[in-house]
């Protein structure tokens, strides 16, 4: 299993540009997750996804947009990139059933806004 | 709402010294917590977890967690640090999410270790 993969590895874009990330998870999770990282503020949850067809808010959603069409992929958008959201951004997936909900997480997308 | 407060940014240690990492939560009912470490360039790996039974917690590469309610505390120890322990270590309180399924974590802001040899 590859686990929770994430493409691409690392991006620079230009101010207003727009791009989307892809994550993908083998493991049959039904919740995934969209963080940023920024130094000092650890993980801010940005949007998540309780099942194929649904998303919700998280604690800093503004300036992005996610869609999770399949159940094993969760797209997180940005359609115009501002240098605020430089940022590593981590993908997550949980399996709900188990009642403690542990995240795996993907290796990070590196995004830089100049 | 829930929250954690890890209130040590960095925490520096000589390699065979003992470790203990604070965190604090908040959170109104019994609450589940989480210990993840992030080596340099790396997601997160889940390092240990609670949420009921026996309130010290052992968990991978030689961590233990004790979870005292009385103190809204979950500290994450070890008793001999590897020079490759040397990472960010995140503290995290699951909390029902706004749907009232599961759990969705807050993580804190993250400890740094330096370890030294």
């Known amino acids: 299993n590859a686990g929770v993969t994430q493409t691409p590895k690392f991006r620079v874009l230009k101010t207003g540009q727009s791009m989307t990330l892809l994550c993908a998870q083998d493991?049959?999770?039904?919740?995934m997750y969209w963080y940023r990282q920024d130094p000092g503020m650890g993980l801010r949850l940005i949007h998540y996804s309780v099942g194929e067809g649904t998303t919700a808010k998280g604690e800093v959603p503004d300036g992005y947009n996610v869609s999770r069409l399949k159940k094993q992929n969760f797209l997180l958008g940005l359609e115009s990139a501002a240098p605020s959201q430089t940022s590593v951004y981590f993908c997550?997936?949980?399996?709900?059933?188990?009642?403690?909900?542990?995240?795996?997480f993907g290796p990070g997308t590196r995004l830089t806004v100049l | 709402a829930q929250s954690v407060t890890q209130p040590d940014i960095h925490i520096t240690v000589s390699e065979g010294a003992s470790l203990e990492l604070r965190c604090n939560y908040s959170?109104?009912?019994?609450?589940?917590l989480f210990w993840y470490v992030q080596s340099p360039g790396q997601g997160l790996q889940l390092l240990l977890k609670?949420?009921?039974?026996?309130?010290l917690v052992q968990g991978i590469k030689g961590f233990e967690a004790e979870f005292k309610r009385s103190q809204s505390s979950f500290n994450l120890r070890k008793p001999s640090v590897h020079w490759s322990d040397a990472a960010e270590y995140f503290c995290a309180v699951g909390a029902r999410s706004a749907s009232g399924g599961s759990y969705i974590p807050t993580f804190g802001r993250g400890t740094s270790l330096i370890v030294h040899p």
């Open positions: 959170y109104g009912a019994t609450p589940y």
């Open positions: 609670y949420f009921s039974g026996d309130t």
């Open positions: 997550a997936s949980s399996y709900p059933r188990t009642v403690a909900n542990e995240q795996f």
């Open positions: 493991m049959n999770h039904e919740y």
